[in-house]
């Protein structure tokens, strides 16, 4: 107990002067360059990220992912590390739906927004749709949008409830569907403690859902 104590509190540690660098190194580039320039390097210190809070990320079935066309991809969303698991994973630069209050901290504010990300705020239907229109623009141009439908955080390990913006997304934009897994993030940290538990993390893609496949079923069906 001790021991993970320690290991804990120096993971931290090393994990922040990291996310500080990429702070200061990254969002003056960030704001020069244009975004997918940047993406080989952002993947990169995504990556890194992890590594040094004892975490190797590896990323398999990644040649599922289509390259001539822009996916909805559509994964669980377990920790708040999830973060750079899924921007290690990445083929090719995509912009994610965040939630709004992200957009209000002081160093990763000016990282998602810079990159393109777009908010979703809570409670605020009007502002979701059209956060939901700018992605469906963001699809038609070719670049992938990512969603975790969740909306949370899992609280106890298992996939929650999901929010039905995302389906709707793709009924309306008829993008194809690209799945993936986000495994062992919730292992290493999760909502109920502060300790982490450092092991390999994977990202898992499945196989396309392609649009023709569900467009005749309700978004509740899908």
């Not at 919730?186 to 390999?200: A, D, G, K, V």
Request: include cysteine; aromatic fraction near 10%.
């Amino acid at each position: 107990m001790v021991m993970q104590f320690f290991l804990s509190l120096v993971l931290w540690i090393t994990g922040l002067l990291h996310f500080a660098m990429i702070t200061i190194v990254g969002l003056p580039l960030l704001l020069l360059l244009p975004a997918r320039k940047f993406f080989p390097l952002a993947r990169w210190l995504c990556r890194n990220q992890l590594r040094v809070m004892g975490c190797p990320l590896e990323v398999l079935e990644l040649d599922k992912v289509p390259q001539d066309r822009g996916v909805l991809l559509l994964g669980n969303h377990e920790s708040l590390f999830d973060v750079f698991a899924v921007g290690g994973a990445l083929p090719s630069h995509a912009i994610g739906l965040e939630a709004a209050q992200h957009f209000k901290m002081p160093a990763w504010g000016r990282i998602t927004r810079a990159w393109g990300n777009l908010p979703l705020p809570e409670g605020k239907p009007a502002q979701a749709k059209t956060t939901f229109r700018r992605a469906a623009e963001v699809l038609a141009s070719g670049t992938n949008v990512i969603i975790l439908p969740e909306g949370h955080r899992t609280r106890t390990g298992s996939l929650g409830e999901l929010q039905r913006g995302a389906f709707r997304l793709a009924m309306r934009t008829h993008a194809d569907i690209q799945p993936f897994v986000l495994q062992g993030l919730y292992e290493f940290h999760n909502t109920h403690s502060w300790r982490l538990h450092p092991r390999t993390l994977r990202v898992v893609y499945g196989d396309v859902i392609p649009f023709e496949s569900f467009a005749d079923a309700t978004v509740e069906e899908l």
